[in-house]
Nanobody, 115 residues
Framework: QVQLVESGGGLVQAGGSLRRSCLAS????????MGWYRQAPGKQRELVAL???????NYADSVKGRFTISRDNAKNTVFLQMNSLNPEDTAIYYC?????????WGQGTQVTVSS
């Protein structure tokens, strides 16, 4: 089992920045990818960013150039730095980890961007 605990998020004005953190614990030794997803009201959950065990990253087109995913292996933590936020970024953001065929989700945290 892998446990994911998120922190950060909240309310910010358009153009502002937020930083999300996701602390992984448990059977983390073979996690091969971690990432962030989001779900806006009335929409499906969508991928925001991924970071692979080898360090490579992937981003949704809508956040490229504005969001940065990174990790601190010593602290078993993944970060999502969100800059130039706009109201379309308003959603519940979830941390996710994949270990083989198993996936794990964080509790999700609301991010609201006011115009």
């Amino acid at each position: 089992q892998v446990q994911l605990v998120e922190s950060g998020g909240g309310l910010v004005q358009a153009g502002g920045s937020l930083r999300r953190s996701c602390l992984a614990s448990g059977s983390i030794f073979s996690i091969n990818v971690m990432g962030w997803y989001r779900q806006a009201p009335g929409k499906q959950r969508e991928l925001v960013a991924l970071i692979w065990s080898i360090g490579s990253t992937n981003y949704a087109d809508s956040v490229k150039g504005r969001f940065t995913i990174s990790r601190d292996n010593a602290k078993n933590t993944v970060f999502l730095q969100m800059n130039s936020l706009n109201p379309e970024d308003t959603a519940i953001y979830y941390c996710h980890a994949a270990r083989g065929t198993l996936g794990y989700w964080g509790q999700g945290t609301q991010v609201t961007v006011s115009s």
